[in-house]
């Protein structure tokens, strides 16, 4: 399989527990992308990463959510301290750099780990 | 008022009938992306334009810099194409999605 996986699929959790997920992109994309989707709403930017660098994070990242990268291959977002808002369904996208050989910048998304948090 | 804006909110269609579906947008961007989510959450790539116009298969995307507009048109539409379709905005490296089409094609 060369597309982007993601681990958990699913995650039941009890409130107040700590859960992680992981993204393994494309081998040859260099960046990669957390979104949240929550029901009959689009993808909700978290943060994106070059490499192993994190190059943004967006407001909806509080405190208890981190996100490395730390060799530049396969990705973790972790939550702490979980809340029943958090449930949601977490995506994960790879994409090549801008300008790139093949000029495509497509996204690709891997399945998404749905969270669940009772 | 949201940057991304999708219409019409939801849509059915009989099968054969051809289909466009809408975005506007309201910031400056890079590029915009038209996606498909079947049920169960997979998101595919369909389009990445930043100009004119792209044509795949039975999907057509089109998209005016200037009226910051852009449409995805399914001709022959077919059961299969019943999914939700999400335009994003591209924006530096930032993606800002708008909330989604519901397409239902009856047969």
């Known amino acids: 399989d060369t597309g982007v996986s993601q681990d958990p699929r699913h995650k039941i959790t009890k409130r107040g527990q700590n859960v992680t997920f992981r993204c393994d992109p494309i081998?040859?994309?260099?960046?990669l992308y957390w979104y949240r989707q929550t029901l009959g709403q689009g993808p909700e930017f978290l943060t994106y990463?070059?490499?192993?660098?994190?190059?943004?994070k967006s407001r909806l990242l509080s405190d208890r959510f981190s996100a490395e990268r730390p060799k530049g291959s396969f990705s973790t977002l972790e939550i702490q301290r979980t809340e029943q808002g958090d449930s949601a369904m977490y995506l994960c996208?790879?994409?090549?750099?801008?300008?790139?050989?093949?000029?495509?910048?497509?996204?690709?998304f891997g399945a998404g780990s749905r969270l669940t948090v009772l | 008022k949201n940057e991304v804006e999708q219409s019409p909110q939801n849509l059915t269609a009989q099968e054969g009938e051809f289909i466009t579906i809408n975005c506007s947008y309201s910031v400056g961007i890079s590029a915009l992306h038209w996606l498909q989510q079947h049920p169960g959450g997979g998101i595919v790539s369909l389009f990445m334009?930043?100009?004119g116009k792209k044509k795949h298969g039975r999907l057509i995307a089109t998209i005016n810099i200037q009226e910051k507009h852009s449409s995805l048109h399914i001709t022959a539409s077919h059961p299969r194409d019943s999914a939700v379709y999400i335009c994003a905005v591209q924006a530096n490296s930032k993606l800002t999605f708008g909330k989604g089409i519901t397409l239902s094609v009856r047969p």
């Open positions: 990463f070059q490499n192993e660098a994190q190059l943004e």
């Open positions: 081998s040859e994309h260099n960046r």
């Open positions: 996208a790879s994409s090549e750099r801008p300008g790139a050989t093949s000029g495509a910048n497509v996204l690709t």
């Open positions: 334009l930043s100009s």
